[in-house]
């Protein structure tokens, strides 16, 4: 059984690391190298779509394709009663479809920047020499930002097998047990844990044989796109293939955003949802979460300093560890940043059960603490600030810091006036893209959490067991709203436009 969740589990991530690639791809190129209207609609929809909890979203879709309640799948069935166009979420297809809007981004993200800091030069070059736009394109530009498409695919394809939520909550009742519910159900009374670590060594194979594979790729190529030279390349232009590629984003949005972020404002507003909905508003649900639910406010708080605190720390720890791999000759180098990355493909509980062993033979009274959620989220998202520094450092030519050390500048001085200032953006992004999954996360925190130091994903996951939709999809539209805020106050203080697609 034990293989089959894993064959499940490579199905999953291969299907939805395609999917990935074929959404974000297009519209990473379609929002940087052609004169596609509404360009910042396609980053928004990307934008949103990272930002968008996975296990809620898993929720919503629940709300709109359940078998027999499903909004959508109920709409389909009055319309066309004679033909069953239902569409039924409790499948491997349904799993699809509720991770790829967590994952494509980070496809869209990273090939979006590498796509926008492409030298021009090369692919002037190739036009001199008599080549087309799409030869072009296919020969000099793709190839050039091979590396951003690789690592977006490899880290869709990574939390695809890894997310515990969304895999429990459509998986389950359909009878799909992938690895994580599988070494979830390991520590129920009682607990296994050395089946449950064994099944974890595999996340961490998986995990280094596709690092491996990437290294062994980008090892033999240069792609050094920022070297100080050259200008912006030209827009493609598109004629009327504009609206085709445009209505493709739309359906994006549509598909990822709207449908989703709709069911859950609906039910939100509802007494009970399912009865006549104009006949069944309320605003009761968000009178309960914010100051009935005893938890909420302590919940909003705990996140707020767990990823505030975890996402700074990492970027630091993992800026360090990119210096050294990227900079230095140091024979351990590629070790390092091997380890560093291992936790990418470790699911949250895996972690969290490893730490909850450790801490309970230590006199150390850490459980159930706010500083062992501290070290959870940073094992498990050091892999985002290490990757962040490391795409960082690659696409800024050593040249430029080797001009400073000739004409007198010390090493600190070059990285204060000219690395840290070409990074600030890619670093600004990458503290987002670890805050934003770890005022989300849930699968470690269900594990190591205390009445205490509960979470909002708690707080949401309990309400959700007990079959309080209502109120969960309230919370969840606070926590977005939450997500929202932080990240304009983190632009505010980075002077900068810190999207996540700076992180390339």
């Known amino acids: 059984i034990y293989i089959q969740s894993l064959v499940k589990s490579l199905v999953l991530g291969a299907w939805v690391g395609l999917f990935s690639i074929l959404i974000g791809l297009p519209m990473a190129w379609a929002a940087t190298r052609t004169d596609l209207p509404g360009r910042g609609f396609v980053k928004m929809t990307a934008t949103l779509a990272y930002l968008s909890p996975p296990f809620l979203l898993a929720i919503a879709y629940v709300n709109l394709f359940s078998p027999r309640a499903g909004v959508i799948n109920t709409l389909l069935r009055q319309a066309v009663p004679s033909h069953d166009l239902t569409f039924n979420i409790f499948s491997m297809a349904g799993l699809v479809l509720v991770t790829v809007p ?15 800091s492409v030298d ?6 190739a036009q001199i020499l008599g080549a087309r736009k799409v030869r072009t394109m296919w020969s000099v530009t793709l190839p050039l930002v091979a590396p951003a498409i690789l690592s977006g695919a490899l880290i869709g394809f990574i939390e695809a097998i890894a997310l515990f939520g969304s895999q429990a909550i459509v998986g389950l009742p359909a009878r799909i047990f992938t690895l994580p519910t599988r070494i979830y159900a390991l520590f129920d009374y009682p607990a296994q844990y050395g089946l449950a670590s064994a099944l974890s060594l595999i996340f961490v194979a998986l995990t280094v044989a596709a690092l ?42 549509v598909v990822a955003i709207v449908l989703p972020y709709g069911s859950l404002l609906a039910v939100s507003f509802s007494k009970s949802w399912g009865l006549a909905f ?33 996402a700074t720390f990492c970027v630091f720890l993992g800026s360090i560890i990119g210096w050294i791999d990227v ?37 150390i009274p850490l459980y159930g603490s706010l500083a062992i959620l ?25 040249s430029l810091e080797q001009s400073a050390r000739i004409l007198g500048a010390s090493w600190a001085e070059t ?42 994903a708690v707080a949401v996951y309990n309400l959700y067991e007990n079959g309080s939709i209502e109120p969960v999809a309230a919370l969840a539209l606070i926590n977005a709203g939450i997500i929202a805020a932080a990240i304009w106050l983190a632009n505010r203080i980075g002077g900068t436009n810190a999207q996540p697609e700076a992180l390339s």
């Open 102 to 116: 967590h994952t494509f981004p980070f496809v869209y993200l990273l090939a979006a920047s590498a796509l926008a």
């Open 120 to 125: 021009a030069s090369y692919e002037e070059s």
């Open 212 to 253: 491996y594979l990437q290294r062994a790729f980008l090892g033999r190529r240069s792609f050094v796109t920022l070297t100080g030279k050259g200008g912006n390349a030209r827009r493609l232009s598109l004629g009327y293939w504009r609206w085709p590629l445009f209505m493709f984003c739309v359906i994006i949005f």
């Open 278 to 310: 104009w006949q069944n508003l309320t605003f009761d649900n968000y009178k309960f979460v914010l100051f009935e639910y005893g938890v909420t406010q302590r919940a909003i708080l705990n996140s707020l300093i767990l990823a505030t605190a975890a």
């Open 327 to 363: 900079r230095t000759s140091l024979p351990l180098r590629r070790l390092l940043d091997y380890a560093a990355l291992v936790p990418l493909g470790l699911p949250g509980i895996v972690i969290a059960a490893a730490l909850v062993q450790f801490w309970l033979r230590t006199p």
């Open 374 to 398: 501290f070290l959870a989220y940073s094992a498990r998202y050091l892999p985002l600030g290490a990757r962040g520094a490391n795409a960082g450092l690659r696409q800024i030519d050593p």
């Open 415 to 456: 990285m204060r006036d000219i690395t840290l200032p070409m990074m600030r953006s890619t670093l600004f992004a990458g503290w987002i893209l670890i805050f934003v999954p770890a005022i989300q996360e849930l699968s470690a925190s269900i594990l190591l959490f205390s009445a205490k130091s509960i979470t909002i």
